[in-house]
């Protein structure tokens, strides 16, 4: 079985090569990739190449593929898996799994630390490690990019699991946020931002009463506004509110009004950025539990906190960083019940973007950036579809569905794609 797939081979250094996939044991799983998410985490594996702590040494002479929030269909099962897994059966993947070797367990994962599976392919081998770890998830919703999607949103649903509170007299941490509480998730209108208003809206066992989200972009507070209404959010009994930050004369203070002035009991951190932690510290209630979510670069990053609220105001900091499987199986099964992550995509493209694209993911601005692996396409943002199809009439049948459906990419526009991609070169 021959496969194309963009292999990383050292810092910087992303190649789309064709070659042969070797048969599959009978611990293994031959599948199709349909789609692939790019995310930051993959812009720093390629910059750092076997620096870091998930990506072999030995790259140049044995590249991994890259990619690790995709789905697709299973194609051929190993003998030893066939009681679990058949053909025809479509998949998502939980890519952070753990082994033991020795005194100390090694990190692994598909998209970093394996020649013959990664999201940016054509078609892959899922090896035993991930059978065995229980993290190949069958996937049983409409469409395909919601399963690619399902990694970024069992982040924040871990996110959300992991904050904690405590008890007068008792050292038991009670996890999770508060049932009826007062919510804010700072530079929150980012994709992963977008991703956590959206589960927070949705979860049917526990939501805030008050759900602040700020940033200081206006266009993109505006956007997660008609994604996620506050219409919408009544409906499900939060007061939710979008607040920019950036025309307050104090932010603090404005913040903490929002909040009757008690503070709130979980607050969210969507962005490396020292003034934004410190924000989110002030505006502690009581028992309140910081969440930093966003993921540093630098080793030495730092900022202040309040440790005279940590002595006698209990509040909390917590980190998290990706969610584990029964996040990823939460994150499908919410899914299936009618959660759709379409809002966190704006930008369409094929395998051919992919090692530019990943290179200068920083710099392109949007959201997520689905990628179609058996699809030639340039990265094309899904606002500029009906531009491109006074042209090609694929982008203008894309448009139009598009538009049906408030701008967002959707399974029907998939389904379209995945029909008449062969136009779009035409």
Known sequence: MKTKAVRLYGKQDLRIEEFDLPPISNDEILAKVVTDSLCMSSYKAA???????????????????????????????????????????????????????????????????????????????IPKDVLVQDCLLVYEGPGFYPASLAEPLSCVIGAMHANYHTKAGSYVHDMEIVEGGKMAI??????????????????????????????????????????????FAASRGIDLRYVNTLFMDNAVEGLRKIADGEGFNDVFVFAPVPQVIEQGDAILGFDGCLNFFAGPSKADFSAKMNFYNVHYAYTHVVGTSGGNTYDMKEALEIMTKGLDPAGLVTHIGGLNVVPEATLDLPNIPGGKKLIYPHVEMPLTAISDFKEKGKINPVYAGLAEICDRHNGLWNVEAETYLLANFEGLNN
Do not use: C
């Open 186 to 231: 700072l530079a929150g209108v980012g994709p992963m931002g977008l991703a956590a208003i959206n589960y927070a809206l949705r979860r049917e066992d526990r939501k805030p009463s008050l759900l602040v989200v700020t940033d200081i972009d206006q266009e993109r507070l505006d956007r997660a506004a008609s994604l996620y209404t506050v219409e």
């Open 47 to 125: 910059n750092q190449a076997a620096d870091h702590k998930r990506v072999p040494d030995n790259i140049a002479d044995s590249p991994i593929i890259i990619g690790h929030e995709f789905a697709g269909e299973i194609m051929e099962v190993g003998a030893s898996w066939t009681h679990r897994f058949k053909p025809g059966q479509k998949f998502s993947i939980q890519p952070a799994i753990y082994y033991e070797e020795g005194p100390v367990g090694v990190l692994s994962a598909p998209g970093y630390s394996y020649q013959y599976i990664g999201g940016d392919a054509t078609y892959v081998i």
